[in-house]
């Protein structure tokens, strides 16, 4: 049994910073790609960050130069530093890993919210 442990979500003000981690625990070893996705109300989840094992990150348009995805596999760790925060950038953060053995796992989702 596999489980994603999100924490950092939460209210921030325009402009403001946050930062989300997840953590994996149970039977999952290495982790060959880990990223962050989020959905807004009444749209689809969406790619927002990703980084593979070998370090390789990618980027949505919409955050390149705001966020940072860091990954730690010693840790079973995948972290998303949030700069520059936005109004849209509100939504349901989830955290998504696929172990080097194949399977792949979601977390339960953040909440994060940008004022203006």
């Known amino acids: 049994q596999v489980q994603l442990l999100e924490s950092g979500g939460g209210l921030a003000q325009s402009g403001g910073s946050l930062t989300l981690s997840c953590t994996a625990s149970?039977?999952?070893?290495?982790?060959?790609?880990m990223g962050w996705y989020r959905q807004a109300p009444g749209k689809q989840r969406s790619l927002v960050a990703s980084?593979?094992?070998?370090?390789?990150?990618n980027y949505d348009d919409s955050v390149k130069g705001r966020f940072t995805v860091s990954g730690d596999n010693a840790k079973r760790r995948v972290s998303l530093q949030m700069n520059g925060l936005k109004p849209e950038d509100t939504a349901v953060y989830y955290c998504?890993?696929?172990?080097?053995?194949?399977?792949?796992?979601w977390g339960q989702g953040t909440q994060v919210t940008v004022s203006s």
């Open positions: 149970g039977n999952i070893f290495s982790m060959a790609f």
């Open positions: 980084i593979t094992s070998r370090g390789d990150s």
């Open positions: 998504y890993v696929r172990s080097v053995a194949g399977p792949s796992y």
